[in-house]
């Protein structure tokens, strides 16, 4: 004999298949917790903890029990679950605020059933999307600074064709943003582009006449 206890050769030595799959969801970078029927936390993956910020001593509580107003554990997130394991179908939730170890990150949740029917598992995939969500949010600063800019401003894509204006551009050079954007636009607008292109740095461009 070598030693060792059996029971524990048993459990460490599931072979091939589970040791690969265990070692996926080990390295995954997205965040798993699986949910038994009567609501209790049994299992996590690292990327759980790491996501969430929350200790492992989570695991054996009965999720009811976590009474948070928002988060990884909010009313709503709880209600998934709750009709997830009743047999209802997958709950997606998009950008969580929650925290991490006192850092605010955004996720994206889903709450899937495990097994199939009333009486199964529920699985938790927490992504974190904190990157997305704050290029959103600089993208919807800068596109109300474009709007309420009182300088004429443009938008093009990459071969010069208007994909915006701006209300001053509308105000001072006397063209619609129907009028300037998009393919189809009006040749009125072609020639308006034109000249907008030859505008000298500084100038106040051409206006409609």
């Given at each position: ?83 997830v ?19 605010p ?5 889903d ?5 199939s ?35 004429p ?24 943003r129907?009028e ?8 009125s ?12 740095s ?8």
């Amino acid at each position: 004999m070598n030693g060792r206890d059996p029971e524990d050769a048993t459990v460490k030595s599931p072979g091939p298949p589970p040791t690969i799959a265990e070692a996926i969801v080990d390295r995954a970078p997205v965040g798993i917790a699986v949910v038994e029927a009567r609501g209790r936390i049994v299992w996590a993956n690292p990327a759980y903890f790491e996501t969430t910020g929350r200790d492992p001593s989570i695991l054996g509580s009965n999720f009811h029990d976590i009474l948070e107003q928002d988060g990884t554990w909010s009313a709503e997130i709880r209600a998934a679950v709750d009709a997830v394991l009743a047999g209802g179908p997958t709950v997606s939730f998009r950008s969580v605020r929650a925290r991490a170890r006192q850092t605010p990150v955004y996720l994206d949740i889903d709450v899937v059933p495990l097994t199939s029917g009333v009486g199964g598992e529920a699985l938790l995939l927490l992504r974190e999307v904190t990157d997305r969500v704050e290029d959103e949010l600089r993208a919807r600063l800068f596109y109300e600074s474009f709007r309420t800019s009182t300088n004429p401003m443009q938008l093009t894509d990459a071969t010069g064709v208007m994909i915006d204006v701006n209300p001053a551009f509308e105000r001072i050079y006397g063209y619609s943003r129907a009028e300037c954007i998009g393919s189809g636009r009006p040749q009125s607008c072609t020639s308006v582009c034109g000249a907008i292109w030859s505008i000298p740095s500084g100038d106040t461009g051409p206006e409609r006449s």
